[in-house]
């Protein structure tokens, strides 16, 4: 292994010579790059930065012999011609500085600002204070448009126009560049003394032009995983540098004779565009799993055996392309057995991401799919007392086996389930159990308890909000000031019916024994029981009589419906109930 001084090294350049560098287009920025916020304020202040020798933060290069797809240009500047290049300097961190640098001293064009000219002005006439001033750099950096008075037409600029007609103001370009020049009309106008400050700033000007040095950190013979990685950590604000967008960039290929264009975005934004669902808008990083599975089971030699970003990284172009037609079918019979099937309307009812690259798997080229094998899997191992499918080597094994259409051979002979963490399910977790149970309760297809004929959980209700309104049956208010003698959590989940928001806010925080009786009409103990509710509750309801456990009983009642159901779905498989709070009570009698 290269040593640590070798692989991750600081290092820093002039301001000169980094910009000539970038001119002689000896550095590439990835497309995977944001676009640049560019602002006259942020250059100023960049600028005011260096002018006090002030840290600017390092810039993150990676050098490497990958060759990504490359934004050509910079600020309106040419900066690389790779056609010729076996190793590259690509620009990881640090393409906001880079461009107010560039633009800074050497004009060019700000995407989104029709006609400004960046290049920047030095006021030389502003004293420099030992205390700073926050707005002193508003002031001493200026663009053109702040100086330029349109021949007396913007009075506020004629003072400044004065200055740059006497040599006061005068282009950091022009310091960079023509010193001798730029001093010399300083001296035949009224600055004739060396020591005049006037001149004395010039010179500190070009002191910092030649002497600031700007840190670099060069990463080299690291893999793109690990690159990521350092990325988000010296990153820390805005977003991570995603292993999909290097894949991205790595597998674009422009047209020519041999190949049309690829870009894998593209393809997937397009693909979205096509698809109906809410299903599409998972994730750019699972397209990329589940292709990757697609390419490392069905292609030979592929020299990929995970789906970690060790192996995403060696996807080639032409592996996509091969897949590309029937992984979008397969996608397709993925969304639509959580949709239709299962009657899960969006991803965030999925309790494990990997179901995407599991049945991927098993529905690509699959003529003859077993839908109810596929049901027993998804409510075996979301609901299994261990994560049984909790890393992507678990997943492979899983998937593989489950190709060959056997329960047994995927290891679910025996499913177990523990009450006490059915009980403990919170409601504010996003956990696997957690998810599980709702989807569970989302897979009844519950109705509403006001208007019995319609579904809660229809498409446009998915549509209107990004979560499911969820309803606590005994209400939160209501436990809080009638506890009673009940010792459950009143956020279990084992407490929570889909309703609409409109009978929810009906409901409030009453008893639920007073609002259940607005609803006990045509058939209203089916509609609870398409919610896992017990007809206990209703008979309460109806006798006018809570009990002081009603919510532990409630509870209790819930969990066994959801273990009622269970068993239901996973009908032929060995099914074990534990509960470790039987255990805990033993234990302290």
Request: glycine residues 4%; charged residues 25%.
């Amino acid at each position: 292994m290269t040593g640590y001084s070798e692989r991750i090294k600081p290092t820093d350049f002039s301001i000169r010579s980094y910009l000539e560098d970038l001119t002689h287009q000896r550095y590439q920025i990835p497309t995977f790059q944001r676009d640049v916020v560019w602002t006259p304020d942020s250059v100023k202040k960049l600028w005011d930065s260096i002018y006090r020798f002030y840290p600017i933060g390092s810039i993150l290069i990676w050098k490497t012999d990958l060759k990504l797809h490359n934004h050509r240009s910079i600020g309106g500047h040419l900066i690389t011609d790779d056609s010729k290049l076996s190793d590259f300097n690509y620009i990881l961190d640090g393409q906001q500085r880079t461009t107010s640098l560039l633009t800074s001293l050497y004009g060019g064009h700000i995407e989104g600002r029709e006609g400004f000219d960046p290049l920047l002005y030095i006021d030389l006439s502003i004293e420099d204070t030992e205390d700073i001033d926050e707005n002193s750099y508003k002031q001493r950096f200026l663009f053109w448009n702040e100086i330029d008075d349109r021949s007396g037409q913007v009075k506020q600029n004629t003072p400044r126009m004065g200055k740059f007609q006497q040599g006061i103001i005068v282009k950091l370009q022009d310091i960079m560049l023509k010193f001798g020049e730029t001093e010399r009309f300083l001296h035949e106008n009224g600055h004739s003394d060396f020591e005049d400050p006037i001149r004395q700033r010039l010179r500190s000007i070009l002191d910092v032009l030649n002497n600031y040095r700007i840190s670099f950190i060069e990463l080299r013979g690291i893999e793109v995983s690990e690159v990521c990685q350092i990325f988000e950590r010296i990153n820390q604000e805005g977003k991570p540098l995603d292993i999909f967008d290097i894949v991205v960039a790595k597998t674009f290929r422009v047209a020519n004779n041999e190949n049309k264009a690829f870009y894998l975005r593209e393809l997937i934004d397009n693909f979205r565009l096509e698809t109906k669902g809410f299903f599409t808008d998972i994730p750019d990083i699972w397209y990329l799993e589940m292709l990757t599975i697609l390419i490392m089971r069905n292609l030979k030699d592929t020299n990929i055996f995970n789906i970690t970003p060790i192996y995403l990284n060696r996807i080639k172009t032409e592996q996509i392309e091969s897949v590309w037609t029937n992984a979008t079918k397969a996608f397709n019979h993925v969304f639509d057995l959580f949709e239709n099937h299962l009657h899960l309307k969006g991803p965030r009812l999925i309790p494990n991401r990997y179901f995407f690259q599991a049945f991927a798997s098993y529905f690509y080229l699959n003529k003859t799919p077993d839908y109810e094998l596929l049901k027993k899997f998804f409510w075996f191992v979301s609901f299994h007392n261990d994560d049984i499918m909790n890393s992507s080597t678990s997943l492979l094994k899983l998937s593989e086996q489950l190709s060959k259409n056997e329960l047994k051979g995927l290891g679910l002979d025996r499913f177990l389930i523990n009450k006490e963490r059915l009980r403990q399910a919170s409601y504010n977790s996003k956990g696997r159990l957690s998810t599980a149970i709702l989807a569970l309760l989302a897979n009844q297809e519950p109705r509403d308890w006001a208007q019995i004929d319609k579904l809660v959980l229809a498409d446009v209700y998915y549509q209107l909000s990004d979560k499911p309104n969820l309803h606590h049956v005994f209400p939160v208010d209501f436990i809080a000031t009638h506890p009673g003698k009940n010792h459950v959590d009143v956020n279990s989940l084992m407490n929570i019916a889909y309703i609409p928001q409109i009978t929810n806010l009906q409901i409030s925080n009453k008893n639920p024994i007073d609002y259940l009786r607005d609803y006990d009409h045509d058939n209203f103990d089916q509609v609870l029981a398409g919610h896992l509710i017990s007809p206990k509750l209703l008979e309460w309801s109806r006798e006018a009589m809570l009990p002081d456990t009603g919510l532990d009983e409630f509870i209790e009642l819930r969990v066994n419906s959801v273990i009622n159901k269970l068993q239901e779905k996973l009908a032929g498989i060995p099914f074990e109930v534990i509960d470790t709070k039987s255990n805990e009570n033993d234990e302290t009698e």
